[in-house]
């Protein structure tokens, strides 16, 4: 039998929609459909978010549960009416996106796969200069969701210290996303140097709870992620639905909505009422563009005292003034650094838990996994197996690692026993779940 299609009206173009009842959430029932109309009905908010933006498409064709996949470039069967973009990434490829400009182009991702919407921070007129500073909050594991907001709050008052309107939303996943528009006139190196110092100001002001540091071994509280202000990252967008089984929201927040918000509260049936009741809290974010000129003050101040520059994500080329791409643990102090041998791979693999690195950070791998439930659950079984040493784990040693495979994520788990006694270490096993992103599927 062939697939049943249905054509919608929207903003005077067709759009058609192929296996409208093909379920995308199965723990709540939600189809295809029901994701299309949720974006049509809050089409002007999403449109805040995503308007002019060249935008990566990462589809789950199997739903919620299904493994994504990214796909920079637009596909070569589209309408004409549908705008699009040639991007150019630090590795010198380039890539024709999408540039979504109306709700009918909202309808078309959406058919496509698209639970959330995924757009860079720069518009089409110019590639080159972002307009969009963007403070991604990211919670070491066990961090609850009372801490996010003290450090949201602090992000808050940073920017505005430094001359920015910060506009919060929930990330729909497990942290929180501050944006700030700014004046279109600095590259992404800038923007992202700016940000770097935005971080630091953050964690000077909250060192129980915020931290900008890198390396996830020395990560603790919540971390402020200035790398997703580099060239080419993108983030999940205002009303962006999430593949999480409650089909959650990325719901925009008024800064009084912050100190008491529950994230779950906001989800594809909870979003329309909320819209339609007080409309687009995020409408006014166009026009407060702001400028970076005291954040790269603070940027200069910092380099002046000896703060090298952070460390860019690992596919970028080395910067000029970045600090070594070296992990702590094997980082030369005042002395000769203490490094032992890279961690031995679980049996049946050929790098370990550091790669081919070497570090003195006692690190052992637990699951390499299509999803991260499935990795979740393999941590459970580890500790059910050692309690005594899971038993002596802090948050910040629980290293839950999004991997990038060919064209889709997928998550690796591992331990540091850094706090665990020598002589009460586990050692490395075979993995409890193992899945190889490089072939067909794992075992």
Not at 19 to 37: A, C, E, Q
Not at 177 to 185: F, K, T, W
Not at 364 to 374: G, L, M, P, Q, Y
């Amino acid at each position: 039998m062939p697939d049943r299609k249905q054509t919608i009206e929207v903003a005077g173009r067709t759009v058609t929609v192929s296996n409208p009842d093909k379920v995308y959430f199965p723990r709540t029932g939600h189809t295809k459909l029901d994701l299309v109309r949720y974006y049509l009905g809050v089409a002007e908010g999403a449109l805040t978010g995503v308007r002019d933006r060249p935008m990566v498409l990462k589809r789950f064709v199997h739903g919620a549960e299904g493994e994504a996949f990214f796909q920079k470039r637009a596909p070569a069967a589209r309408p004409g009416w549908l705008e699009t973009v040639v991007l150019s990434f630090p590795s010198g490829r380039t890539a024709e996106e999408i540039v979504v400009t109306d709700a009918a182009g909202l309808a078309w991702v959406a058919n496509l796969g698209c639970i959330d919407l995924n757009p860079h921070p720069i518009r089409a007129d110019d590639l080159d200069h972002p307009d969009e500073l963007r403070v991604d909050l990211d919670p070491v594991p066990g961090i609850g969701w009372p801490q996010i907001v003290r450090v949201a709050l602090v992000a808050r008052d940073v920017l505005a210290d430094f001359g920015l309107t910060g506009w919060p939303k929930t990330s729909g996943s497990r942290g929180m996303h501050v944006y700030s528009r700014i004046e279109p006139r600095w590259t992404f190196a800038e923007v992202r140097r700016a940000a770097v110092a935005l971080a630091r100001e953050i964690e000077r002001r909250a060192p129980e709870d915020a931290t900008s540091r890198w390396w996830k071994e020395e990560r603790h509280g919540v971390f402020v992620d200035f790398n997703q202000n580099a060239k080419d990252r993108t983030v999940a967008s205002a009303y962006s639905v999430r593949p999480t089984a409650d089909a959650r929201v990325s719901a925009p927040l008024r800064w009084d909505e912050v100190p008491d918000c529950d994230p779950a509260a906001f989800t594809i049936d909870t979003m329309p009422e909320r819209y339609a009741r007080l409309g687009d809290i995020g409408a006014g974010i166009d026009g407060s563009p702001g400028s970076l000129a005291a954040l790269l003050e603070l940027a200069a101040a910092d380099e002046a005292a000896g703060l090298p520059d952070a460390p860019w994500p690992p596919h970028f080329e080395k910067q000029e003034g970045e600090q070594p791409r070296v992990q702590p643990s094997r980082r030369r102090g005042d002395g000769p650094a203490v490094v032992s041998a890279a961690p031995p791979p679980a049996p049946g693999k050929t790098s370990g838990p550091a790669g081919r690195r070497h570090t003195s950070a006692p690190l052992i791998e637990v699951a390499r996994a299509a999803r991260k439930e499935e990795a979740l659950a393999g941590l459970d079984r580890w500790k059910a197996r050692h309690p005594v040493p899971a038993a002596l784990l802090e948050p910040a040693d629980i290293l839950v690692d999004s991997m990038r495979g060919r064209s889709s994520t997928w998550t690796r788990i591992r331990l540091n026993l850094r706090h665990v006694p020598e002589e009460q270490r586990p050692a490395q096993e075979a993995l409890e779940v193992d899945y190889d992103p490089w072939t067909a599927g794992g075992s």
